[in-house]
């Protein structure tokens, strides 16, 4: 039994029935307002227009006390629309209020044109060798100023007679 109330307080606790429960009390309240909009506005200017007719006194005699009260039902209807548009426009009004601002979808930038996707890639190429070990760099040829390389020479050969004597 304690399983079923903690159940029970848990279903009507649900913000959802409390909603439904708030809305139920209000429109029994602005039932009200229509009934009387309906009642003591509009359905005077609709029979005037049609001849001065009362709506709710409208009925078909089936017999003895039975009737159908057609005015009645026509009053209902009215009343229905009138219900209808009012709560569309509350509707309509509170969704504009309540709109937040779609994010914009974010434009992709420019694709980059190939003259700069090729000289991107020179320059990566251009970094990565400035980076490289002096190790790892290709080995370039220093090539001696032709007289240091006749001096050297000159100086063996001049270095081997003097051992000789």
């Known amino acids: 039994m304690k399983d079923l109330i903690k159940e029970f307080k848990e279903f009507i606790a649900r913000g959802n029935v409390l909603d439904l429960a708030i809305g139920v009390v209000i429109g029994g309240a602005f039932q009200a307002i229509v009934n009387s909009l309906v009642?003591?506005?509009?359905?005077?200017?609709?029979?005037?227009?049609i001849g001065g007719l009362d709506f709710s006194a409208i009925a078909i005699p089936l017999g003895g006390d039975a009737m159908i009260m057609i005015g009645s039902f026509l009053?209902?209807?009215?009343?229905?629309?009138?219900?209808?548009?009012?709560?569309?426009?509350?509707?309509?009004?509170?969704?504009?209020?309540?709109?937040?601002?779609?994010?914009?979808?974010?434009?992709?930038?420019?694709?980059p044109s190939e003259e700069v996707k090729l000289l991107?890639?020179?320059?990566?190429?251009?970094?990565?060798?400035?980076?490289?070990?002096?190790?790892?760099?290709?080995?370039?040829?220093?090539?001696?100023?032709?007289?240091?390389?006749?001096?050297k020479t000159e100086t063996k050969k001049t270095t081997k007679k003097t051992n000789k004597k």
């Open 75 to 111: 009053q209902a209807i009215v009343n229905f629309l009138i219900v209808a548009a009012v709560l569309f426009a509350v509707v309509k009004a509170m969704n504009k209020f309540n709109k937040k601002e779609e994010p914009k979808p974010e434009e992709k930038p420019a694709e």
């Open 120 to 151: 991107t890639s020179i320059n990566e190429e251009l970094k990565k060798m400035n980076k490289e070990p002096e190790a790892k760099k290709p080995a370039a040829k220093k090539a001696e100023p032709k007289k240091t390389a006749a001096k």
């Open 39 to 49: 009642n003591d506005v509009i359905m005077p200017i609709v029979g005037a227009i």
